[in-house]
């Protein structure tokens, strides 16, 4: 299984929304599909249809309580996706993990020897806690969706230190497998700036799609459903379609398969 976390510490720049529209175009192609959502918001389970009710076993229990990943996940009303639902105790998981030894790797060991699925994609909360240190300790690769407002690169460097971090200390073959460019406005001239900045900074790490602004992707998750089934022919939707598409071309050889 590849584990692509999806992370950045900003908050609203596009990483649920990315995670949940990912997923589903992976399962829809084939890919046997795992969605961990690992922000007690729990975003990614509501949008994905997935009541406070269905979850019983959730991400808290697999890194507190470790669970097996089996009885912490459940079925998607789109084939092919499972996904390991968030509740709101994951906040209470940052203070309780504190005290345990390798507190790092308790969702690196949840996954380890997992073959059911061939992508895992993590959503990640938006901080650099140890939640978000789980995540990057447990994947093969990382996924940041980037909003080209100001400062969009300041926020990135602090992240970049991070990766580093995590490299050196616990997982050294991470790597960072693309940016992604969300919520872009062609009319914004600020918009257009920022995302050559980044370009120029960043190079061919970026991925050539681009998110558009687009309200369907917004409107979906009150419906409990992914933009891409909500309304797969919206500007949003292609757009993910098209970023899914780079992303396999982006995965090593051995995995460009499902
Ligand atoms: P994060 O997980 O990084 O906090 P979200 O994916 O939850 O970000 O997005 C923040 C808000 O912006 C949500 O209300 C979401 O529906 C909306 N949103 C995300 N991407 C887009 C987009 N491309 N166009 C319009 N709205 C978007
Ligand atoms: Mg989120």
């Known amino acids: 299984m590849l ?13 649920t929304t990315t995670a949940i529209n990912m997923a589903t175009a992976m399962a829809a192609t084939g890919w046997r599909t795992l969605l961990i959502d690992l922000d007690p918001q729990g975003n990614a389970s509501t949008g994905m249809g997935v009541g406070s009710e ?22 998607t009303s ?9 509740t709101q105790d994951l906040s209470g998981a940052e203070v309780e993990l504190v005290t345990v030894e390798e507190r790092t790797a308790r ?24 939640l978000t240190l789980n995540a990057l300790c447990a994947a093969d690769t990382l996924l940041v969706p ?10 990135l460097s602090q992240l970049l230190q991070t990766v580093e971090q995590v490299q050196q200390r616990f997982n050294p073959s991470l790597d960072i497998i693309g940016v992604a460019l969300t919520m872009y406005d062609r009319r914004n001239r600020l918009t257009d700036q920022v995302s050559d ?6 190079g061919s790490l970026v991925f050539e799609t681009v998110i558009p602004r687009n309200v369907r992707l917004s409107e979906a998750p009150s419906h409990g459903l992914p933009a891409l089934v909500y309304d ?8 993910y379609i098209a970023l899914a598409r780079e992303l396999i071309g982006r995965f090593p050889p051995e995995r460009k398969a499902a």
């Open 197 to 202: 900045d980044v370009r120029e900074c960043l």
């Open 3 to 15: 584990t692509i976390a999806i992370a950045n510490q900003k908050g609203g720049v596009g990483k």
């Open 78 to 86: 789109i084939p092919g996706l499972d996904i390991v639902p968030a």
């Open 232 to 239: 797969h022919s919206c500007t949003g939707s292609r757009a």
């Open 54 to 75: 269905s979850r019983d076993q959730s991400s808290y229990d697999l890194l507190v309580d470790e669970i097996p990943l089996a009885d912490a996940m459940i079925e």
């Open 107 to 130: 969702l690196r060991k949840a996954l380890a020897n997992h073959t059911v699925h061939d992508v895992c994609f993590i959503d990640c909360p938006p901080s650099l806690g140890l």
């Open 146 to 155: 980037l909003q080209c407002e100001f400062f969009a690169l300041e926020g």
